[in-house]
Every structure is written in C-alpha cells, then in structure tokens.
C-alpha cells in the first residue's frame, strides 16, 4: 500500500528539484514534469504553488511564471544576493555567470550600479573566481593595433590583426561591439597621440566607421509604428535584427553558410535541431536555442543541460559556458 504524500515530501522535493537546476526557484510546470507528485496532492496542503516554494524557501514565481524581478535594485539587494550565492556554493570566489544562474539577475543591473563586476565583487566583500580575466585598459589594445601595423606595414585587417595580436580576437571585438567599431576607436586614438596622419586616418574611418556622426541628425521614435535596427543592408536583409524573430530569420539565410542543416523549428524549448557539419563531411544532430542576445538564455530560465548551442545576434554572455554563434559577428567578418 502507498503511503501518503506528506507536506514534507512535497517541500523536499521542491528544494531538491531545484537543486539540481542550480537555482532558488523552481517554476509550477517544472514540478510537474520533473516529480512523482501530483497536482491534487499538492494541493491538499497548500492552496497555491507559491505557498509551497515559500516554504521550501524559495523565491516567489510572478505571472510569468518566473521570479518578479523588482525595478530598481539596489546595492544592498545585489551585494545581499551575491552572499547568499557565496553562501550556497560555500566559497568566496563566485563568477558572474553563477550569480546570474542562481539569483535571475542579469550584468545590467550590476554594470549600472557598480561598473563592473570586479567593482561589485570588491563591495560585496568576495573574492574573483581565479578565472576570472581583468580589463584590458583601451590604450594596451590601441597600440597592440599599432604594434601590428608597424609589422606589416599598413592598417591591419581584422585577419591580420587577430592572426598576430597577442591578445585574443574576441577582446577586440566585445570591447567595442565590432570589429570595425573598434578600429575607429583605435584610429582616433591614433590621431590623439599621433600614431597615424589625421588624413589616413580620416579616410579609413570613412571607409569602415558604421558608428554615427557626432553631428548626426536624430529623432524621438513615433508610437504607431516598430523600430528597426541599424542600417545592415546585407543581401536581401536592410536593417540588423531587434528581436528574437530576426535572429531566426537572418540564421535561415546564413544556416548553410555556417554549417547547420535545420530539421525542425518549434516554439517550445530548444528552438530549433539540426545538423551541423564536422571534419571530413560528417554530421552532428545539436539544439539550439534562438537569443536575440545571448544572455537573454538565462533571463528565460532555460535548461543548460537541455541545449546545445545559442545563436543570437549580439553575444553579451562573455562566459557563457555553452557554445554561443553571434551573427553580428559573423556578418561582420564577412564585411572586414
């Protein structure tokens, strides 16, 4: 005979659900899938999902049924939640990527109330992770661009730049969005110190600048209508995504380019399966998850273990412990 579920078994259940997925918070789908519990024992002792994850201590789900996420947090909130992840991974040293997967908290509010995350760990009275890598200051990268065009005699490209800087592409390219971002950057720098003629310079500038002017005219966006994203004019595609459904669109133009067969694309978790093509022609069935940014992964409560990959078009997950394809990125090695 099987004996009753008790209010006890359902708490501890909960918490080891949770658990298991790295987080404070377990959402009411979730439980249902993942444990032996049914609905209406569940609710012989609690009269909602919410009663019950309080007392498993866990965070409270809003209408979304993900944790509410109050507007306006504070330093004492965020330096209090990094304690509390210090204090369930039983160490000091926490990443940013931990803290985001355990707390829903994404690098926005940290980046806008501290800086940075070293400024924030600082605060909070914790220690980095030792892989943790310090900023770059812009001038080291700036006259590493110089360093190279001394070597070969011109301004590099972003091939020849990347296949001799001593420091990784992908720092180049994050610091300042893109490439070619980050060599008018580079340029005026150049300009300031005297590195580069004003007028070679001006003119590379003009050739790979996709920045606006100082001077440029702008508007207060109209109500009635979308907004689109920046001038791209790449094949058939004007404008650069906004949203989560250009970034599928713009990867169905460049699945192929990139390797990827696609099998199918759904609306629930993973996105999408489909091949991708490995050395000597064979191929490999993976999930991908569609982002319009990378980090927008975990502000869905999305599975790791359940993924493969993400494409987005702006990859802002700088340790993101899954493969990311940024087709920002991608189209803007093509145009280099």
Request: glycine share 6%.
């Amino acid at each position: 005979m099987k004996r009753d579920i008790t209010k006890q078994d359902i708490i501890v259940t909960i918490q080891d659900l949770a658990k298991k997925k790295g987080r404070n918070w377990l959402s009411w789908n979730e439980f249902l899938a993942e444990s032996v519990i049914s609905q209406h024992q569940l609710f012989n002792h609690f009269e909602r999902w919410n009663d019950a994850i309080a007392e498993a201590g866990l965070r409270p789900l809003g209408k979304t049924g993900r944790p509410d996420r109050p507007k306006g947090m504070t330093k004492e909130h965020l330096i209090q939640s990094a304690l509390r992840v210090s204090n369930e991974l039983g160490r000091k040293a926490i990443t940013e990527a931990e803290f985001t997967k355990m707390t829903g908290i994404t690098y926005r509010s940290i980046h806008r109330l501290f800086g940075n995350w070293e400024q924030f760990v600082s605060e909070a009275g914790l220690d980095l992770s030792p892989a943790y890598k310090r900023k770059i200051p812009d001038e080291a990268l700036f006259r590493e661009f110089y360093r190279v065009r001394d070597e070969i005699g011109h301004i590099p490209s972003y091939q020849e730049l990347t296949a001799r800087a001593k420091y990784h592409r992908h720092t180049f390219e994050n610091r300042f969005g893109t490439y070619s971002q980050f060599k008018v950057h580079a340029i005026q720098f150049g300009i300031r110190v005297g590195l580069v003629q004003p007028e070679v310079g001006q003119k590379e500038m003009e050739q790979h600048a996709r920045l606006p002017k100082d001077n440029a005219v702008s508007y207060e966006a109209l109500k009635d209508r979308p907004v689109l994203g920046e001038r791209l004019d790449f094949r058939g595609l004007l404008h650069s995504p906004v949203n989560e459904l250009g970034v599928v669109y713009l990867f169905g133009m460049l699945s192929e380019e990139l390797g990827f067969v696609v099998e199918s694309v759904q609306a629930g978790f993973p996105d999408c399966e489909a091949k991708r093509r490995l050395p000597h022609n064979h191929w490999q069935r993976v999930r991908i998850e569609f982002e319009f940014r990378s980090a927008n992964f975990l502000a869905h409560g999305h599975d790791l273990s359940k993924c493969d990959l993400i494409v987005c078009w702006e990859n802002d997950w700088i340790d993101c412990p899954i493969e990311v394809v940024s087709l920002k990125e991608f189209i803007e090695k093509k145009k280099v």
